[in-house]
């Protein structure tokens, strides 16, 4: 079953997740399908918080992919901010 879900990367008490496409049976920090984005939550400023490819999740979401919980909460924000 294909997952969108964060894998963390970044240092110590300092956050970064990419979005990525990837079998729900993998290792959160393991091989992935796609990278469709990133969530830096610590950003300040002019930094950006938030990118999603939204074309490509659309595709993975037609193909059957399921969003995890925080998945699905970010998607929505950045639709709304999209829009």
Do not use: C
């Not at 970064?16 to 290792?27: E, I």
């Not at 938030?50 to 639709?79: C, N």
């Amino acid at each position: 079953m294909l997952t969108i879900r964060l894998a963390r990367g970044g240092s110590k008490k300092r956050p970064f997740y990419t979005l990525t496409v990837t079998d729900s049976r993998n290792p959160v920090t393991g091989s992935h399908i796609e990278q469709v984005g990133f969530f830096n939550p610590i950003a300040r400023g002019q930094e950006v918080r938030l990118s999603v490819k939204q074309d490509r999740v659309a595709h993975w979401l037609s193909v059957g992919a399921q969003p995890s919980e925080r998945v699905a909460k970010l998607l929505k924000d950045a639709a709304k901010a999209a829009a």
